[in-house]
């Protein structure tokens, strides 16, 4: 497949090298010219109001669920262009699997995958754009290269089933990316170059406008690496716009496209290495908004799309012959989702909404010899569902949540979705949440109709969670806990067995979760600032990709030019085969530095692994030991 982008990048090096030069030259020009540098004033922020888990803006002492939010401050600071390795790091009990210093790829010997509390991976974790489904049309499952940190204002991470307001796949949770949006009139952007180890280099130009009721926001990214192991490159490109228009006081319109573009190559594990396991895979993300907003009631009416066409080789070994055919497919993923909230009296709020998604695609494979091409699925499935969720106050130190979600898939039937939480308002800034919720995944086109595992029979997958959380703050809201004790059951789980002797999905699997998670941070000043979480999982029966043990520290300091942030990450008990004892432990220590050369432009440079860890995640695919990376963001 040739590159979408090709007036601008090509995969030959004489066009990386043009393309390398080209950059620096471009940002050269943006440093020369005299541009304001903003004020940073030191703000601490009481109470965030967040939107996953009841569609509208809700202060997070009236959610019953356990909900982190992760800001743009936070998912920049360390100069990232993808946004999942900081929420591994800033949320406790999520963990997300990585290949490298660059890129995740999909198929054989991909990462990106994500579970929290153990739940997670093909397609029960759920990742939301401004509150719309994103993920493959024939898989179910997400496409973590295409979640980049310039299009985030921030990142809602809900820990624990969502499937009253989000249905299928919101099964282990949600990770819903906020997109930016400016509030003053005014033209400003960011640009940021850096190269590093393995051949790595990273770009990104973002800006934003506000012209009286017209806004927008958008952005450009490439990236490429030569891997830390020979046949491990990857490339990357990517495109964002969002549009939003006014219409009145209390009415918005607003439109928003993604086109991304990445090549990967996988080495396959080093006890049988790969060649020519490559991918080319185009994404495209499309979605249209009408939003209201009065002092009683708030609601939306959506269209969103997501789409793809992935080009895979799936390689050989170095002893075997090379592959004769390729694996190719175009999926689609398409909805229309609608809701209004309204708050009939203080301390009410009812919300009703309805979701419609279709999806699917068309699999096939291709002879490289002759172009011969047979197909492997070509099938599309429907899900209608309607929910209605109550909040209200009883009194002033209690709030009651009630609601039940009635959702049809044309294959796998109906299904009842209730979730009930109580929210204690304690004195002294604090809050106990009391949740209990179901969550399901319907089965995808894969495990339906493709492969010799296929079973068109196959039915939901299901999860009940428990869940008692607290949190409070103190000293002038300078110091923060957060404490969550859970319990999670599941069963019908789609595994794949012997039946027969030929191998065949089946509803026969189960899940049975405990654990714990906290959470805290301290500013001693407007400079300095520690948070730390920590997360203990025990499983019944272990999954790969859900470590025993998590836990992350940082502290950040800042003054007029020069800001330094260090963090260290424990792991232990990390399955990387379910059914092998064998678990991997490691210890990983990172160091970012920062100065603020001119008003405009800030130098960087961030160390990774610093203390040279020998680990996997992945089976058989060991990680980069120490990594650095440089460069410069220049901000306009």
């Given amino acids: 497949m040739k590159h979408p982008f090709s007036l601008l990048i090509r995969n030959d090096r004489q066009r990386q090298g043009s393309f390398s030069i080209a950059l620096p030259l471009l940002f050269f020009l943006l440093l020369t010219a005299r541009l304001p540098m903003r004020a940073q004033t030191d703000t601490i922020v009481l109470n965030k109001a967040v939107?996953?888990?009841?569609?509208?803006?809700?202060?997070?002492?009236?959610?019953?669920?356990?909900?982190?939010v992760v800001t743009r401050e936070q998912l920049t600071a360390d100069f990232r262009s993808s946004v999942l390795p900081t929420l591994c790091e800033q949320v406790p009990g999520l963990f997300v699997t990585s290949r490298?210093?660059?890129?995740?790829?999909?198929?054989?010997?991909?990462?990106?995958?994500?579970?929290?509390?153990?739940?997670?991976?093909?397609?029960?974790?759920?990742?939301?754009?401004?509150?719309?489904?994103?993920?493959?049309?024939?898989?179910?499952?997400?496409?973590?290269?295409?979640?980049?940190?310039?299009?985030a204002e921030q990142v809602e991470v809900l820990r624990g089933p969502a499937g009253l307001i989000y249905g299928s796949n919101a099964m282990g949770g949600v990770m819903n990316i906020i997109t930016r949006k400016p509030s003053t009139d005014g033209v400003d952007g960011q640009a940021q170059l850096s190269?590093?180890?393995?051949?790595?280099l990273k770009s990104e130009f973002s800006t934003r406008f506000k012209a009286g009721r017209l806004s927008g926001v958008g952005g450009v990214n490439y990236g490429r690496t030569d891997g830390h192991r020979s046949n491990s490159e990857f490339e990357e490109s990517s495109a964002f716009l969002k549009l939003g228009y006014a219409l009145s006081d209390h009415w918005n319109l607003d439109?928003?496209?993604?086109?991304?573009?990445?090549?990967?190559?996988?080495?396959?594990?080093?006890?049988?290495?790969?060649?020519?396991?490559?991918?080319?895979?185009?994404?495209?993300?499309?979605?249209?908004?009408?939003?209201?907003?009065?002092?009683?009631?708030?609601?939306?009416?959506?269209?969103?799309?997501?789409?793809?066409?992935?080009?895979?080789?799936?390689?050989?070994?170095?002893?075997?012959?090379?592959?004769?055919?390729?694996?190719?497919?175009?999926?689609?993923?398409?909805?229309?989702?609608?809701?209004?909230?309204?708050?009939f009296f203080e301390g009410n709020a009812v919300t009703l909404g309805a979701d419609w998604q279709h999806f699917g695609g068309h699999a096939w494979n291709r002879v490289i010899a002759t172009g011969l091409e047979t197909d492997l699925a070509d099938r599309t499935e429907d899900d209608l569902a309607g929910y209605l969720d109550i909040r209200q106050d009883?009194?002033?130190?209690?709030?009651?949540?009630?609601?039940?979600?009635?959702?049809?898939?044309?294959?796998?039937?109906?299904?009842?979705?209730?979730q009930g939480g109580?929210?204690?308002?304690?004195?002294?800034?604090?809050?106990?949440?009391?949740?209990?919720?179901?969550?399901?995944?319907?089965?995808?086109?894969?495990?339906?109709?493709?492969?010799?595992?296929?079973?068109?029979?196959?039915?939901?997958?299901?999860?009940?969670?428990?869940?008692l959380?607290?949190?409070?703050?103190?000293?002038?809201?300078?110091?923060?806990?957060?404490?969550?004790?859970?319990?999670?059951?599941a069963d019908n789980l789609i595994t794949t067995t012997m039946i027969n002797g030929r191998p065949r999905n089946v509803n026969t699997g189960e899940a049975q979760n405990w654990g714990f998670e906290i959470e805290t941070g301290y500013r001693f000043s407007p400079r300095l600032e520690v948070n730390a979480n920590y997360s203990f999982l025990h499983m019944k029966n272990p999954v790969e990709a859900a470590p025993e043990h998590k836990a992350f520290v940082e502290a950040r300091y800042r003054n007029n030019r020069w800001g330094w942030g260090t963090s260290l990450q424990y792991v232990a008990g990390l399955h990387t085969v379910a059914a092998a004892d064998r678990t991997e432990d490691f210890l990983l220590w990172n160091l970012t530095a920062s100065y603020q050369l001119t008003e405009p432009l800030q130098l960087f440079v961030r160390g990774e692994n610093l203390l040279a860890q020998r680990y996997e995640i992945n089976a058989g695919f060991p990680l980069p030991r120490a990594t650095v990376m440089g460069g410069f963001r220049v901000n306009f």
């Avoid at 929210?423 to 495990?447: C, D, S, W, Y």
């Fill in 422 to 467: 109580l929210i204690f308002h304690l004195p002294a800034q604090a809050e106990l949440h009391a949740t209990v919720g179901k969550g399901f995944r319907n089965p995808t086109l894969r495990e339906l109709y493709m492969y010799p595992p296929q079973n068109a029979d196959l039915k939901p997958e299901r999860l009940w969670n428990y869940e």
């Fill in 394 to 418: 009883a009194a002033d130190w209690l709030t009651l949540d009630a609601g039940a979600r009635v959702d049809h898939h044309t294959q796998a039937g109906t299904e009842f979705v209730p």
């Fill in 469 to 489: 959380a607290y949190r409070q703050r103190f000293l002038h809201n300078r110091l923060k806990i957060g404490a969550n004790l859970f319990y999670l059951q």
């Fill in 100 to 151: 490298g210093l660059l890129g995740y790829g999909v198929s054989t010997g991909a990462a990106g995958t994500m579970k929290v509390r153990g739940v997670g991976g093909m397609a029960q974790m759920l990742v939301l754009v401004d509150g719309l489904p994103q993920y493959a049309g024939l898989y179910g499952h997400p496409i973590p290269d295409t979640y980049q940190t310039q299009m």
């Fill in 255 to 343: 439109a928003m496209g993604n086109l991304n573009w990445f090549a990967a190559s996988n080495p396959g594990p080093v006890s049988a290495p790969l060649v020519d396991n490559d991918s080319r895979i185009l994404r495209g993300i499309a979605g249209v908004g009408l939003t209201n907003h009065y002092d009683r009631t708030d609601g939306a009416l959506r269209g969103y799309m997501s789409w793809g066409h992935h080009h895979i080789n799936d390689g050989h070994t170095a002893a075997a012959a090379p592959q004769t055919k390729l694996y190719l497919h175009n999926d689609l993923q398409a909805g229309v989702s609608v809701y209004q909230s309204y708050r």
């Fill in 51 to 68: 939107v996953t888990g009841s569609r509208m803006a809700t202060d997070q002492r009236h959610q019953p669920m356990t909900v982190s």
């Fill in 195 to 200: 190269w590093g180890s393995y051949g790595t």
